[in-house]
């Protein structure tokens, strides 16, 4: 799968059953999450029967209804990945730096381009820093692609040519 693929692949989803999951679910999901935790130095949770978190303003916004089980992962994506390739802990010196230069370059390059907000953008930028910062922290190169988002026309708040990933019809 391609990065393209992979954030086209990518959806929201926002409205739940108020049901609550069963005992065998729940078990698999927190044996999976301690499992991930241990490999990945990570500290995600299974926050079961809590609708409180989904009910405020930013949740309206969304327009989140039905959430009262979730998992929560604590950290921005560029940093987790850093963090976990570079083996680190909240007691490392290097490694735990790493992670937060790496969170500061995608959230630098995402602040460059400035809003509104859109997910792909963001989420082409952050991909593209980490394999830049790959390359310069740790030597190792990976294929870096030359993205054209085919979103705009979706995205009633896309910035157009501001954005590095758009492209009209014509070119």
């Given at each position: 799968?391609?990065?393209?693929?992979?954030?086209?692949?990518?959806?929201?989803?926002?409205?739940?059953?108020?049901?609550?999951?069963?005992?065998?679910?729940?078990?698999?999901?927190?044996?999976?999450?301690?499992?991930?935790?241990?490999?990945?130095?990570?500290?995600?949770?299974?926050?079961?029967?809590?609708?409180?978190?989904?009910?405020?303003?930013?949740?309206?916004?969304?327009?989140?209804?039905?959430?009262?089980?979730?998992?929560?992962?604590?950290?921005?994506?560029?940093?987790?990945?850093?963090?976990?390739?570079?083996?680190?802990?909240?007691l490392a010196q290097e490694?735990?730096?790493?992670?937060?230069?790496?969170?500061?370059?995608?959230?630098?390059?995402?602040?460059?381009?400035?809003?509104?907000?859109?997910?792909?953008?963001?989420?082409?930028?952050?991909?593209?820093?980490?394999?830049?910062?790959?390359?310069?922290?740790?030597?190792?190169?990976m294929e870096k692609p030359?993205?054209v988002c085919d979103y705009?026309?979706?995205?009633?708040?896309?910035?157009?040519?501001?954005?590095?990933?758009?492209?009209?019809?014509?070119?």
């Amino acid at each position: 799968m391609t990065i393209q693929e992979a954030i086209a692949a990518r959806h929201s989803v926002r409205a739940y059953k108020e049901q609550p999951l069963a005992q065998d679910v729940v078990k698999v999901l927190e044996e999976k999450i301690a499992e991930l935790n241990c490999e990945g130095n990570l500290h995600m949770q299974l926050i079961l029967n809590e609708p409180k978190a989904f009910q405020g303003t930013l949740a309206k916004y969304g327009k989140f209804r039905g959430v009262n089980n979730y998992i929560v992962v604590a950290g921005i994506s560029s940093g987790m990945y850093v963090s976990i390739i570079s083996k680190s802990t909240p007691l490392a010196q290097e490694p735990f730096a790493l992670s937060h230069q790496m969170t500061a370059k995608s959230l630098g390059e995402i602040g460059n381009i400035g809003g509104p907000r859109c997910c792909k953008r963001d989420s082409y930028l952050s991909i593209l820093s980490a394999i830049d910062f790959t390359k310069e922290k740790f030597g190792v190169e990976m294929e870096k692609p030359d993205i054209v988002c085919d979103y705009s026309n979706k995205n009633n708040q896309c910035i157009g040519k501001r954005c590095p990933f758009f492209k009209t019809k014509s070119e």
